[in-house]
């Protein structure tokens, strides 16, 4: 992963995390889903990482992109209206509330990616018949199965920050993909604990350090 990549993902885990704990939907799911529809967050009209389509009613303003929808044995370009959000976050949050539909039952029945995955395409979310195999690919490829550990689980080793995720980026590739970078407020909320707490920022304690640097030379 570049430093992009996980960037884009420490964005959005810590929220697919503690909405893991009201829907059962794994985190990895939700992060692969994320990274395929918006492009890691590059690609993401309304901030809208997921691809949500907008119906009338449904208390979201839209945006209208063209996209492509498989039908007829081919692929098809259309212009699709697409709901359209404040924040990255407010897309994760209504992306957990459309899968605690009942139509999605049998996903949220299924406690491993691999199934998740299939039952997402089989309950109508999405209707590229490759969705399930890009989902797990991704998840595979970028270990995002690691988010799956439950919340109430202990955590080998984590580094907190304070304020703008921004102003700590630098966590060393290697390490940052089993040693998550999570703002200290989310942790909290989250329910998570953690064998080894490294803080960056706040008030001084024995845990503190001043720089991502000085945390990485304690992982």
Aim: hydrophobic share 40%; glycine share 8%.
């Amino acid at each position: 992963m570049n430093q992009s990549q996980i960037n884009f993902i420490n964005s959005i885990s810590p929220q697919a995390r503690a909405d893991f704990k009201r829907s059962g939907v794994l985190p990895s799911i939700t992060i692969a889903q994320g990274i395929l529809e918006s492009g890691w967050g590059s690609h993401a009209p309304g901030d809208n990482l997921f691809g949500v389509e907008w119906t009338a009613g449904c208390g979201f303003d839209f945006v209208e992109v063209p996209t492509k929808e498989f039908y007829g044995g081919e692929y098809h370009t259309i212009m699709a209206r697409f709901r359209s959000y404040n924040s990255f976050a407010d897309s994760v949050a209504d992306h957990t509330n459309i899968l605690m539909l009942s139509r999605y039952d049998r996903v949220r029945g299924v406690k491993d990616y691999k199934n998740q995955a299939q039952y997402i395409k089989i309950c109508g979310y999405a209707t590229d018949p490759n969705y399930p195999s890009s989902l797990i690919n991704l998840i595979e490829c970028y270990n995002l199965d690691d988010y799956d550990m439950e919340v109430d689980e202990m955590i080998d080793k984590i580094v907190l920050y304070f304020g703008d995720a921004d102003i700590f980026p630098a966590v060393p590739v290697s390490q940052a993909e089993h040693c998550p970078l999570m703002k200290k407020a989310d942790f909290e909320a989250a329910g998570m604990k953690a064998n080894t707490i490294i803080q960056i920022g706040g008030k001084p304690e024995s845990d503190r350090v001043s720089t991502v640097k000085e945390a990485a030379a304690l992982l």
